[in-house]
Structure formats: C-alpha cells, structure tokens
C-alpha cells in the first residue's frame, strides 16, 4: 500500500478526531444551532446588533493594538499636553487590567448580566464582556498620548526578525485563544445564543494544545506581544513592564476560580503542567 492510500484510509479518522475535539466541537454545535432560529423578531434583532457592535468593536480594538505597538505606541491619537500627557497614559493603561478583572467577580458578573435591560442580559453576558475589553483596548491604544521621544528603532535583518517574531506573538495568541475557547474568547457564544434561543454553553476546562505545555498560555503570547516590537520608545517599556506584571499575576485570581470550579480536576491539572515556562523534559535514551 502507497503513501497516498494509507493517507486516504486514515483521512476519516482524521476528520473524526477533528469533529470531537471539544474546541472544534462547541463552535459547530454553536453553528448548527443558528441555522434553526426560532421565531422572535426582537430577540432576533437585539442578538445581530449585538454581534455586530461586538465584533466591530473586537476588530478595531485588536488592530489599533497591533499598529500603535508596531510603532512602539510612538503613533496615535493622543495629544495632551505633558506632563499630564504621561497622568492620562498611566490612567489608560491601569484601567485595562482593573476593570478587566473586576468584571470577573461575582459583582462584575451581575453587572454584566444587568448591562443589557431585559430578559437577555445574561445570555448577553459574556458578548457583553467582551464588547467592553474590546472598548477598552481601543481607547489605551487609539488615545495614547506619544512622548516623542525613540530609544531605538530596528533596521536591516533585525528589523525583519522583529517583524517575524512579532506575528508570530500574535499568531500564538490566536492559537491560545482557539485552545481556550473561540466562542468565548471572541464574545460570540453569548449573541448566538440568544440568536438560537439556548442557554450559553461555556466550554470545559482547557487542557488541550497549548494549554498541554503551560496553563496560561494567553497570558504569555499577550506578554510576548508587548516584547517583540520593532521600534522602543519609553513609552513602549512602561506599557509592557505593567501590562507584562497583569499577565504574570491576574492569572493567579483565574485559577482561584477554576479550583472553586472544577475542584480536583484543576488540582491535578496544576500540579502536572507549569504555569507560564515550559518544563522540558529530556528523554532517557537507554540502549535498546
């Protein structure tokens, strides 16, 4: 039997194993439950405004971080006066991680579920969430205030390795996201839930791709984000030096809330995989 035809036999089994991978699995019973949408024209209505509003916000909030910290946060639309220039940069930087986190409480969760008036605000909750991060990370990348001032620029081949690690970065964050949970990462899960009238379904706990190598694995590309751009301004080391500390210590108060959650399962899963630097282990070659 050739290469072609053993690749041919193992293709269903291949494409099976895609179908129940959890992380594949929830978005396509996501997907086929919008195909069914029961009757209800403003729950219909609410639910695509929803996701329009959600996912714009998403976008724009994603590229203006990838553009300002291209040019290490020495362009934007930021223009007070300093020194109350850096007050107001300092201001938009804490506010990220503060409200990012409070949002997670309990108090954060009820007023999330309350953001919406009505009935859907609940399922809305976690679209709702994600719609407010996104504002968030538009408003301290779009409305950075530039020193002016560049310590360094890269040019030549080191300007191309940059560029290239800097993708990468983004492309990992990608890749932990999807590991994590699309639907939830993107804000999806709560407005095309509502669209198909079901509750929201919340993935299991992560433990597949790269959350098999160290447990917060968004944390670490979003830091590697902050670390691998091609131009530095002063500007540029103070939003990755606090930006960097959130992503080493907000995870803590997460797994606080996975034990609560997931009991023994996150116990073990903890004691087996490192938190952010991956163990690696050498293999015992032994004569065989």
């Known amino acids: 039997m050739d290469g072609s035809a053993a690749r041919q036999l193992r293709n269903p089994f291949l494409m099976l194993n895609m179908l129940t991978d959890p992380r594949i699995a929830g978005l396509l019973r996501l997907i086929k439950a919008v195909t069914c949408i029961p009757p209800g024209a403003s729950r219909i209505g609410l639910a695509l405004m929803m996701g329009f509003v959600t996912h714009l916000a998403f976008a724009c909030g994603v590229l203006a971080m990838i553009v300002s910290m291209f040019f290490g946060m020495s362009e934007s639309l930021g223009r007070v006066q300093q020194p109350w220039g850096w007050a107001v940069n300092i201001g938009l930087i804490l506010q990220f991680p503060i409200l990012h986190s409070l949002f997670l409480t309990p108090w954060g969760n009820r007023v999330l579920s309350r953001l919406i008036p009505g009935v859907h605000g609940v399922t809305l909750a976690t679209s709702s969430y994600a719609l407010i991060a996104s504002l968030q990370l538009f408003t301290l990348f779009a409305f950075w205030t530039p020193s002016g001032v560049v310590f360094w620029r890269a040019e030549g081949l080191a300007f191309g390795f940059l560029c290239c690690a800097y993708a990468a970065s983004w492309l990992l964050l990608l890749k932990a996201s999807f590991d994590a949970g699309a639907e939830v990462q993107s804000g999806a899960l709560g407005w ?61 108060l997460k797994e606080r809330r996975f034990i609560t959650r997931y009991g023994e399962r996150f116990a073990a899963y903890r004691a087996a995989v490192p938190y952010v630097i991956p163990k690696f282990q050498h293999r015992n070659r032994d004569a065989q």
């Open 192 to 252: 095309m839930s509502l669209l198909a009238g079901i509750a929201p379904r919340f993935p299991d706990m992560p433990v597949l791709g790269l959350f098999r190598i160290i447990r917060q694995p968004i944390y670490v590309a979003f830091a590697l984000t902050l670390w691998t751009v091609p131009v530095w301004t002063p500007d540029q080391i103070v939003l990755a030096s606090v930006l960097t500390a959130y992503c080493l210590l907000a995870p803590r």
